[in-house]
């Protein structure tokens, strides 16, 4: 397995829409396991392959504590939402550091392949909820921060693209 690298926001890559998942082969279950382990590693509790620069539709959450309770959802769909709404601070690989206010779905039910191309339906609440609808914001071009305010969201782009250029700039001169 590997560690991947996710692309940060404000990454044009991020807002391409993922295409559905058609071969269910080796090739598909390697890049599952290496989304897993990234996911782990970051540490997160949820990645959607676009942010490791595969437009294709599979995300993987696990919201246990004690990460072992992977969830893989290919080709997933919301089939039905609470009309009850919740505020959750959410966070986002992509965009490390940020945390901030996203209401959503308090339950929603999605439809998904797993990892063998077998259909099956989960209903979930909580923070499982909000995880599945800010991953499959994902594999429709959308960040989480595209919910906050112009303020906000430009504040935040600045702040991640000051960050890329240190980084850079340390790269550059042999720091870390």
């Known amino acids: 397995m590997s560690i991947l690298n996710i692309l940060r926001y404000p990454d044009p890559r991020l807002h391409k829409i993922a295409k559905s998942v058609t071969v269910f082969d080796e090739r598909l279950k390697k890049l599952a396991a290496d989304m897993a382990e990234t996911m782990y590693d970051a540490p997160g509790v949820g990645l959607a392959a676009p942010q490791v620069d595969v437009h294709e539709q599979l995300v993987v959450i696990d919201t246990s504590e004690t990460n072992d309770d992977l969830l893989i959802l290919i080709n997933p769909e919301i089939i039905w939402s609470s009309p009850e709404r919740k505020m959750y601070d959410e966070g986002c690989l992509s965009v490390p550091g940020i945390y901030d206010g996203v209401e959503r779905a308090a339950e929603v039910k999605v439809r998904a392949l797993d990892i063998e191309g077998k259909s099956f339906e989960l209903h ?21 921060v595209e919910y906050l305010s112009p303020l906000k969201r430009n504040r935040i782009k600045t702040k991640m693209l000051k960050e890329e250029r240190t980084e850079q700039y340390n790269k550059q001169r042999g720091r870390r």
Do not use: P, S
């Not at 923070?127 to 609808?133: K, M, Y």
């Open 124 to 144: 979930v609440d909580g923070l499982l909820a909000v995880c599945v609808q800010h991953e499959m914001d994902h594999l429709i071009g959308k960040v989480f």
